[in-house]
T-cell receptor
Framework: EPEVTQTPSHQVTQMGQEVILRCVPISNHLYFYWYRQILGQKVEFLVSFYNNEISEKSEIFDDQFSVERPDGSNFTLKIRSTKLEDSAMYFC???????????FGQGTRLTVV | AQSVTQLDSHVSVSEGTPVLLRCNYSSSYSPSLFWYVQHPNKGLQLLLKYTSAATLVKGINGFEAEFKKSETSFHLTKPSAHMSDAAEYFCVVMGGFQKLVFGTGTRLLVSP
């Protein structure tokens, strides 16, 4: 069964460093998303991406964050100048279109120290 | 704005007994609703979805949910719990264009 794949599963980084979280969405999906879950809190929407551009983003998704689809398969989330409060589980998801269910990856646990 | 409220942070059941996880929604239009499950150290897996077709929705692993507009509810049920059902369950509403809005989650504990 096709699945969304995220790497790495766990990333530890020092405060102030840049990290790139990687995702391979399901191959025939056209919409891609990033969500995050801070420990003990809700899963929160960060950004959606379609046709090589951001289609919607939350207030969390400020200039510190960026997304990219560098090739035909990968979808990345870059976080610049990481802060302690960026520590969270980051989930990538994809869907066929904007009205169907999203399929989620297993997540990348980011720990900023 | 669309939102969901999961009424219980934890639910404990014995194996073989029924499961009820409660969710109420708030939406200004006919919502698309989902239940996702998260097992420890795993991703979010779709259990079932409601998109204005049948009000009783059947999902994977014997779970089902009933959309009740009059009560603005979308409770998740299963007739008989299994140990493998122990996980975190999220009620989710489509919050607008391409955006899912998650509830706070309900942790289901299943005892032998």
């Amino acid at each position: 069964e096709p699945e969304v794949t995220q790497t790495p599963s766990h990333q530890v980084t020092q405060m102030g460093q840049e990290v790139i979280l990687r995702c391979v969405p399901i191959s025939n999906h056209l919409y891609f998303y990033w969500y995050r879950q801070i420990l003990g809190q809700k899963v929160e929407f960060l950004v959606s991406f379609y046709n090589n551009e951001i289609s919607e983003k939350s207030e969390i998704f400020d200039d510190q964050f960026s997304v990219e689809r560098p090739d035909g398969s990968n979808f990345t989330l870059k976080i610049r100048s990481t802060k302690l409060e960026d520590s969270a589980m980051y989930f990538c998801a994809s869907s066929v279109d904007q009205n169907t269910e999203a399929f989620f990856g297993q997540g990348t646990r980011l720990t900023v120290v | 704005a669309q939102s969901v409220t999961q009424l219980d942070s934890h639910v404990s059941v014995s194996e073989g007994t029924p499961v009820l996880l409660r969710c109420n929604y708030s939406s200004s239009y006919s919502p698309s609703l989902f239940w996702y499950v998260q097992h420890p150290n795993k991703g979010l897996q779709l259990l079932l979805k409601y998109t204005s077709a049948a009000t009783l929705v059947k999902g994977i692993n014997g779970f089902e949910a009933e959309f009740k507009k009059s009560e603005t509810s979308f409770h998740l049920t299963k007739p008989s719990a299994h140990m493998s059902d122990a996980a975190e369950y999220f009620c989710v509403v489509m919050g607008g264009f391409q955006k899912l809005v998650f509830g706070t989650g309900t942790r289901l504990l299943v005892s032998p």
